[in-house]
């Protein structure tokens, strides 16, 4: 039981789930426990992944890494 509530909102391709929850998680150790504060993942869909992918990397790579 997650202790909580959520709101889904859609426009158009795009969707956003708000969850609020009773009690929470301060520790970011367990990324797979939604009740930790905070982002835990987003998802982004792009009708062409690798083109997306060598562009980041083209645009936004850090050569110092």
Same mark, same amino acid.
């Given at each position: =039981? !997650?202790?909580g509530k959520a709101?889904?909102?859609k426009l158009g391709n795009m969707?956003?789930?708000v969850w609020e929850f009773k009690d929470y998680v301060e520790s970011k150790n =367990? !990324?797979?426990n939604m009740k930790?504060?905070?982002l835990t993942h987003i998802a982004i869909s792009v009708n062409d992944v690798n083109n997306i992918y060598k562009k980041?990397?083209?645009?936004?790579?850090?050569?110092?890494?």
């Amino acid at each position: =039981d !997650l202790n909580g509530k959520a709101v889904f909102l859609k426009l158009g391709n795009m969707k956003l789930e708000v969850w609020e929850f009773k009690d929470y998680v301060e520790s970011k150790n =367990d !990324l797979s426990n939604m009740k930790i504060i905070g982002l835990t993942h987003i998802a982004i869909s792009v009708n062409d992944v690798n083109n997306i992918y060598k562009k980041l990397k083209y645009n936004y790579s850090d050569p110092s890494l």
